[in-house]
């Protein structure tokens, strides 16, 4: 299975911006790059996802590189209500390889 | 509805009882995923249908649990004779496909606790 590579926790002040790392080397190529959140106390919520191209929302911004073995989730101006657990997970094409499969994830910190 | 539905919110149950935990999904989703989440831990993935396929059960942590989805909609999760390690939140996720170019979205969960 494809797997992904985060840092256990990352700290950052509030109203600067947050570049989240996600290494994922094995990635194949149907392997789409999806991140989810986890506030305390809530199911997961979809952040962003993407394939090769960076992609951009009113949540956050994904930079893919140019290999796909690495990803950077950025928020742009980190808030408070961003404190949360952030998976990188690759979701593969149709049937099981569809599933997501959470691993540790990156604990964030947001110091006001 | 506008998003995951799961209910109840909380359950308590005595060690041995069978409990059901219900997913409502967002209509029109034909993926829906069942995952749990120990205290403290990542999430666990359970099982998953698609449409009208045959359930992918290979989460399942023994025959104690099962899984039925009606009618391509609603689902339950159903945990017989109970045991105090099934207390966890069970956290039911639906999404449009299964491709990877499609988001799920969450429910809020059910926290069961087994006393």
């Known amino acids: 299975d494809a797997k992904t590579t985060q840092p256990n926790s990352m700290e950052s002040n509030e109203e600067e911006p947050v570049h989240l790392p996600c290494n994922h080397s094995?990635?194949?190529?149907?392997?789409?790059i999806h991140w989810y959140r986890q506030l305390p106390s809530q199911g997961p919520e979809y952040v962003i996802h993407?394939?090769?191209s960076n992609v951009n929302n009113r949540m956050a911004s994904l930079a893919i590189a140019e290999d796909r073995k690495s990803s950077t989730l950025i928020l742009h101006r980190a808030t408070l209500r961003d404190a949360a657990v952030y998976y990188c997970?690759?979701?593969?094409?149709?049937?099981?390889?569809?599933?997501?499969?959470f691993g540790k994830g990156t604990k964030l910190s947001v110091k006001p | 509805g506008a998003g995951v539905s799961q209910s109840p919110s909380n359950k308590v149950t005595e060690k041995g009882k069978d409990v059901e935990l219900r997913c409502d999904p967002i209509?029109?989703?034909?993926?829906l995923y069942w995952y749990r989440q120990s205290l403290g831990q990542g999430l666990e993935f359970l099982i998953y249908?698609?449409?009208?396929?045959?359930?992918?059960k290979s989460g399942l942590p023994s025959d104690r649990f099962s899984a039925e989805r009606t009618g391509g909609s609603v689902s339950t999760l159903t945990i017989q004779r109970t045991q105090q390690e099934d207390s966890a939140v069970y956290l039911c996720?639906?999404?449009?496909?299964?491709?990877?170019?499609?988001?799920?979205?969450f429910g809020s969960g059910t926290r069961l606790t087994v006393v």
């Open positions: 209509s029109g989703h034909t993926a």
């Open positions: 094995t990635i194949s190529g149907t392997d789409y």
């Open positions: 993407g394939l090769t």
């Open positions: 996720a639906s999404s449009t496909r299964t491709g990877g170019d499609y988001g799920y979205t």
């Open positions: 249908f698609q449409g009208n396929s045959a359930p992918d």
């Open positions: 997970i690759l979701r593969g094409y149709g049937g099981s390889q569809g599933n997501l499969i």
